[in-house]
């Protein structure tokens, strides 16, 4: 089994910084895909950026300029720096991982965070 657990969620004023980070620990022989989605009350959950091992990254519309997300290889770790935060950013953010638990395993399992909420007061 693999396990993600999620940090740095908290409330913070409007243009504002955060950042989260997302360590994953368990079975794991490799990671490719990272990232993070989120999801606001009474809406989909969302992409918000993902992460692939080599490091290209993808970003959503609505964060670009305004989000980085990175990680550490060596720690299983994905990190997300949100900067000049909205209030339309409040959400529950989650982090997944795509997870090749073992050299024998054939495919990539997706894993899930328990989420941490990000609250942003205007």
């Known amino acids: 089994q693999v396990q993600l657990v999620e940090s740095g969620g908290d409330l913070v004023q409007a243009g504002g910084s955060l950042s989260l980070s997302c360590a994953a620990s368990?079975?794991?022989?490799?990671?490719?895909?990272m990232g993070w989605y989120r999801q606001a009350p009474g809406k989909q959950r969302e992409l918000v950026a993902s992460?692939?091992?080599?490091?290209?990254?993808n970003y959503a519309n609505s964060v670009k300029g305004r989000f980085t997300i990175s990680r550490d290889n060596a720690k299983n770790t994905v990190y997300l720096q949100m900067n000049s935060l909205k209030p339309e950013d409040t959400a529950v953010y989650y982090c997944?991982?795509?997870?090749?638990?073992?050299?024998?395993?054939?495919?990539?399992?997706?894993?899930w965070g328990q989420g941490t909420q990000v609250t942003i007061s205007s």
């Open positions: 997944y991982a795509g997870v090749r638990e073992t050299f024998y395993s054939t495919t990539y399992r997706v894993y």
């Open positions: 992460i692939a091992s080599g490091g290209s990254a």
């Open positions: 368990g079975m794991i022989f490799s990671i490719n895909a």
